[in-house]
């Protein structure tokens, strides 16, 4: 009979030790998983602000881009619509040059 108790009391303190590996086992995977878990997160937030970057620089050219023609097309079509006879012209080179000279008021 004390054999049987020995033996039980030592399956007991087996099973506590194999439970005990088991739960430690179970922290260090959990830990690991977390860890694991915390690298994609970075990585992917990364990634995202990488490409949100990528998309506003390319927005910002395409911007920049429309602005440009936008402005040759609305100066083409100045050019076009704005003449001046030859008489303006003369008034206006005269004004320029008394202006640059310092001579009087540009009227």
């Known amino acids: 009979m004390?054999?049987?108790i020995q033996k039980i009391i030592a399956a007991e303190a087996e099973a506590k030790r194999s439970v005990g590996a088991a739960k430690a086992e179970a922290q260090r995977i959990g830990e690991d998983a977390q860890r694991q878990g915390q690298v994609l997160v970075t990585q992917a937030l990364q990634e995202a602000r990488s490409e949100a970057e990528r998309v506003v620089e390319a927005a910002v050219r395409?911007?920049?881009?429309e602005k440009e023609a936008r402005l040759a097309r609305a100066a083409a079509e100045l050019e076009t619509q704005v003449t001046l006879d030859d008489a303006t012209k003369e008034h206006i080179v005269a004004g320029v040059l008394r202006c640059v000279r310092g001579i009087g008021s540009p009227t």
């Open 62 to 65: 395409e911007a920049e881009e």
């Open 2 to 4: 004390r054999d049987v």
